[in-house]
């Protein structure tokens, strides 16, 4: 408001080297603060002035400006499309080639910045040339460049197949793999989250981050201390399954589902969140996936997250999970249902207080019916019978239909239970399919029992 930006500006070009450099530090942190500050700083025209003679200068004014850029590039798209249309970028790049390591650091940052908002700018950064430069500083000695350079490599790489393509094609994924084991824990995030939107956008990007041989030592990231290093390895372990049943098979054969398991278990919150959806999708390829979902223990703690978690959006995803795992077989579904699964899927969808998206996904469209549609285990279908309503009663009655007519003691149990005496309460429209259900099951009995 006092007009400050406008007599900054001149001192950019100070004769006094220091001069310069507190000038643009404190323009940095003015745009850093927030976006109309960031706006005045770019209508003032600063920008070509910072960047003009940026070459010749040395690595503290370089340090600076970088920092401006990136506190411009932060907030908004449009004002990371105004840096790149000042020719930034070309600047930017210059500074990756030097040769102090902080230099670099502060264009990685930037580039990140830039990188970050969407495809477009993304592909303005990779036409610059920036992303073999970043390639080289995942390499150096310094754990703060390798962070910055690593994030950057992962901005760039989430918007499309094309993007993660040049990201591979400068032979990032080896060198990525390669410090998966470091003790750093946040360099094991960057290096994570990157492999990861690598891995998400096809099989082959997928393929390609496994043959880097990144299991077993990946699993070793779900037992880590560091949350963020636990999250970002199931990540990267579901953007691989969700691909074929063969990428699932492999994170199998390797022990990846017993570890997604115990991670899950171990964890609260979020943090479980892709270890639930690695779950369901390894469970969602085939019946024999499912089952070593199964014989891994992961029903008991996608169970623990129905009841555990506060949030919807981890309970819906842990119910779809359980449905993927019990729609395959009868046996499938025995194997959930006896985990007393069903009776908490239930709760959510008639609870008042739950949320559409995990009404629907607990709902007899997805979880609840893949297991109902499956499922001839009596006695855990029988308690539901005072309870559903009627959209998911229909399955449950259609599921005795079937199995009555052909087991004289289950015949035998559903009368002295009561489940009988509940079907005859059921009002059906004449000619539904409900009442075709009930009419066979009364047809199981002599009809002075039904009366």
């Not at 960031?38 to 370089?62: C, D, F, M, T, W």
């Not at 299991?215 to 969700?242: H, M, Q, W």
């Amino acid at each position: 408001n006092s007009g400050v930006v406008c007599l900054l500006r001149p001192l950019l070009l100070d004769v006094v080297p220091s001069i310069r450099q507190t000038t643009a530090l404190a323009l940095g942190r003015l745009a850093d603060y927030d976006v109309e500050l960031a706006e005045a700083v770019v209508k003032a025209g600063i920008i070509p002035q910072l960047i003009s003679s940026l070459p010749e200068e040395n690595r503290y004014y370089k340090k600076a400006a970088a920092f401006v850029l990136r506190a411009i590039a932060k907030h908004s798209p449009q004002l990371a499309q105004a840096i790149v249309q000042c020719g930034a970028l070309e600047m930017l790049v210059i500074c990756l080639e030097d040769f102090d390591p902080g230099v670099k650091e502060g264009a990685s940052w930037a580039f990140g910045y830039i990188a970050r908002h969407n495809p477009e700018l993304s592909q303005a950064v990779v036409d610059a040339g920036a992303v073999p430069l970043l390639v080289l500083c995942i390499q150096e000695p310094e754990i703060a460049l390798k962070r910055i350079a690593a994030s950057t490599l992962s901005d760039i790489s989430k918007h499309s197949p094309e993007l993660a393509q040049t990201v591979v094609d400068a032979r990032a994924i080896a060198h990525l793999a390669q410090m998966i084991p470091n003790p750093d824990a946040k360099l094991k995030r960057q290096v994570l989250s990157a492999l990861s939107q690598i891995a998400k956008h096809s099989v082959d990007l997928a393929e390609l981050v496994v043959e880097a041989e990144i299991f077993p030592v990946v699993l070793t990231c779900l037992k880590d201390s560091d949350e963020y290093v636990k999250k970002n390895g199931a990540t990267l372990i579901r953007e691989i399954a969700k691909h074929t049943p063969e990428l699932s098979q492999l994170i199998v054969n390797s022990g990846g589902v017993a570890a997604v398991v115990d991670c899950i278990g171990s964890c609260r919150g979020t943090v479980r969140l892709p270890g639930i959806m690695t779950l369901g999708y390894v469970a969602a390829h085939s019946e024999d996936l499912s089952m070593a979902v199964i014989v891994s223990k992961g029903i008991p703690p996608l169970c623990a997250c129905l009841i555990e978690e506060h949030e919807d959006h981890i309970k819906a995803a842990a119910a779809w999970a359980l449905g993927q795992i019990g729609r395959h077989t009868a046996e499938h579904a025995r194997h959930v249902a006896v985990a007393n699964v069903l009776p908490t899927l239930l709760d959510i969808f008639v609870d008042p207080h739950s949320s559409e998206d995990l009404k629907t996904k607990a709902s007899r469209f997805k979880a609840l019916k893949n297991i109902l549609q499956k499922c001839t285990y009596l006695p855990a279908l029988e308690p539901l019978l005072h309870e559903a309503p009627p959209t998911i009663m229909k399955h449950i009655i259609g599921q005795f239909s079937k199995v009555l007519p052909h087991d004289s003691k289950a015949r035998r149990l559903f009368v002295t239970t009561g489940g009988l005496k509940k079907v005859q309460e059921i009002k059906a429209e004449p000619g539904s399919l409900l009442q075709e259900y009930i009419n066979t099951i009364n047809n199981c009995y002599p009809e002075e029992i039904v009366r």
